[in-house]
């Protein structure tokens, strides 16, 4: 009896982790991405309370500009180039930086572009497909 309630459980675990991987990337909402953000930021610097709340606002407004630039290029149908994305997006990234600049020292600036930015981006599944 023990045994059949141990496959069953394992069963409906490794169900559940197969099926949320196949579900893919999870658009995360503007609020989601600050909070990962935000943790981020608190355990690299341990900012004061202050700070972290302009550092959320920073990049609250990054993430509401990114999204309504997507919308509009997604908006005309099909795939959107990603190097015309990118292009309009490196704006919003660069004004971004600036705030970010005021807001915390060059050493955490530095930490920022070289560990912490790199870690948010998302990770990208190749399946032998290459476009």
């Known amino acids: 009896m023990k045994t059949k309630i141990t496959v069953m459980i394992s069963s409906l675990i490794l169900l559940a982790v197969v099926a949320n991987a196949q579900a893919g990337f999870q658009h995360r909402t503007v609020e989601e991405r600050v909070q990962v953000v935000q943790q981020k930021f608190d355990s690299a610097f341990k900012l004061d309370k202050s700070k972290l709340a302009d550092v959320d606002s920073?990049?609250?407004n990054y993430y509401r500009g990114q999204e309504k630039l997507r919308e509009e290029m997604m908006s005309g149908g099909g795939q959107p180039d990603f190097q015309a994305m990118r292009e309009k997006m490196q704006p919003l990234m660069d004004?971004?930086?600036?705030?970010?600049q005021d807001i915390i020292t060059a050493d955490q600036f530095k930490t920022w572009k070289e560990a912490i930015e790199p870690s948010l981006r998302p990770r990208r599944q190749n399946n032998g497909n290459n476009r």
Request: glycine letters at 0%; charged letters at 55%; zero cysteines.
């Open 58 to 60: 920073v990049f609250a």
């Open 95 to 100: 004004e971004r930086d600036k705030k970010l």
